[in-house]
């Protein structure tokens, strides 16, 4: 009488298939935490209080000097510097969208009313350009997205294309409290 043995070829087929998608599962969560990590110094990331968008992980655009304020209402309000491959300087500052946003539906219309003189679409919302009367006339951006209002301050002029692919780089940075 012949036995059986305990573990067939077609048992250890299956072990190693499983084994071996075990592997990649690990493997594939490993880098997906790792590129989804903060681009936030770690002192900003643990003391803001809102999810803000910000530039991904990128070799082409560069953001420094992550500073956490407070408007005159008292809103908290991050600013930092994002650099341009072509190494143009965009000042950028986003907070919370003010409650009035939401509670009152013509406040963000009024408040948009002077802020159009031209739109650009990008992979993170709309770009509103707009000639700011307290930059002496400068062109700035304006973003209303997932919450948020963000302020585009380039300091020198930049092109439609300019404008997208700035917009293109920012995502939302999710923050755990």
Not at 43 to 51: A, G, K
Not at 82 to 89: E, F, G, R
Not at 124 to 151: D, H, P, V
């Amino acid at each position: 009488m012949r036995v059986k043995p305990f573990i067939t070829k077609r048992s250890l087929l299956l072990i190693g298939a499983i084994v071996l998608t075990a592997g990649i599962t690990v493997v594939i969560t490993m880098l997906v935490l790792r590129s989804a990590a903060s681009v936030l110094p770690t002192d900003i990331s643990r003391d803001i209080t809102f999810s803000p968008l910000v530039p991904a992980n990128s070799s082409n655009y560069k953001a420094t000097d992550y500073m956490i304020g407070k408007n005159e209402s008292g809103a908290q309000i991050l600013t930092y510097n994002l650099y341009s491959p072509a190494q143009k300087k965009v000042v950028i500052s986003e907070q919370s969208q003010p409650q009035e946003f939401t509670d009152i539906p013509e406040y963000k219309d009024k408040f948009l009313e002077n802020k159009k003189d031209a739109t650009v679409a990008s992979a993170s919302g709309t770009i509103y350009l707009f000639r700011g009367t307290k930059q002496t006339n400068k062109e700035a951006g304006l973003m209303l997205e997932n919450g948020l209002l963000i302020f585009l301050n380039p300091e020198t002029p930049l092109s439609k294309d300019e404008w997208r692919a700035i917009g293109d780089q920012l995502s939302l940075q999710r923050i755990k409290k």
